[in-house]
């Protein structure tokens, strides 16, 4: 199994930026699947993005869509989500979690592979 942990989590402010880091170690990182969950206060955790195996196809819910970009660079084991133009909403833990099929990933996160802890992201107003 792959063994994933988040990092880049904070608080800032509307509009602000931030990059979460998906840092993945176990079995080979380039035979999974990468998504980006988010889990408001009071609300089910829902899919943000995700990343086939080889990086060249992304996929986003429309919530993020335009604001988010989803990378992965399989020689550092690590995928990332670059969030711009954050809004008070985007408030949630993010996680990352890992698969091997896509549709699975884009379809939520039931049933999944393998999960990280999580990383709080704060936007202020």
């Known amino acids: 199994q792959v063994q994933l942990v988040e990092s880049g989590g904070g608080l800032v402010q509307a509009g602000d930026s931030l990059r979460l880091s998906c840092a993945a170690s176990?079995?080979?990182?380039?035979?999974?699947?990468i998504g980006w969950f988010r889990q408001a206060p009071g609300k089910e955790r829902e899919f943000a993005a995700a990343?086939?195996?080889?990086?060249?196809?992304?996929y986003y819910a429309d919530s993020v869509k335009g604001r988010f970009t989803i990378s992965r660079d399989n020689t550092k084991n690590t995928a990332y989500l670059q969030m711009n133009s954050l809004k008070p909403e985007d408030t949630a833990v993010y996680y990352c979690?890992?698969?091997?099929?896509?549709?699975?990933?884009?379809?939520?996160?039931?049933?999944?592979?393998?999960w990280g802890q999580g990383t709080l992201v704060t936007v202020s107003s």
């Open positions: 176990g079995r080979t990182f380039s035979a999974f699947v």
């Open positions: 979690a890992a698969d091997s099929l896509l549709n699975r990933v884009i379809a939520g996160p039931s049933g999944l592979g393998a």
């Open positions: 990343i086939s195996r080889s990086g060249v196809n992304t």
